[in-house]
């Protein structure tokens, strides 16, 4: 059972990217499914989540605004369109998956399923 993201790359400040994490398997049917990023030396940092149905999403305070998670009805792939990039965007972007919901606060170690990240370079 995999995470694959897609989509990371160069791009200018002011830019947009948009991000695909697709499960390779239908054993995430109820999943939770979201993003983080990780800089060198700092911890991963939550940044969106969305719940099965796609009914609920989640932004952490630094992303809300420019940051829309999506996913089709109960489906396995879930999509991170970042628009108005800044230079402080540029990290390593994980896909998440859990059972349960996961926000700003949650552990990274009680995520049940990781990507194995995109990198994502924003030049000033």
């Known amino acids: 059972v995999q995470l694959v993201e897609s989509g990371g790359g160069l791009v200018q400040a002011g830019g947009s990217l948009r991000l695909s994490c697709t499960a390779s398997?239908?054993?995430?049917?109820?999943?939770?499914m979201g993003w983080f990023r990780q800089t060198p030396g700092k911890e991963r940092e939550f940044l969106a989540s969305?719940?099965?149905?796609?009914?609920?999403?989640y932004y952490a305070d630094s992303v809300k605004g420019r940051f829309s998670i999506s996913r089709e009805y109960a489906e396995t792939t879930v999509y991170l369109q970042m628009n108005n990039l800044e230079s402080e965007d540029t990290a390593v972007y994980y896909c998440?998956?859990?059972?349960?919901?996961?926000?700003?606060?949650?552990?990274?170690?009680?995520?049940?399923?990781w990507g194995r990240g995109t990198q994502v370079t924003v030049s000033s």
């Open positions: 998440a998956a859990d059972g349960s919901l996961f926000y700003s606060g949650s552990r990274v170690s009680d995520i049940d399923y």
């Open positions: 398997a239908r054993s995430f049917s109820g999943y939770v």
């Open positions: 969305i719940t099965w149905t796609g009914g609920r999403t």
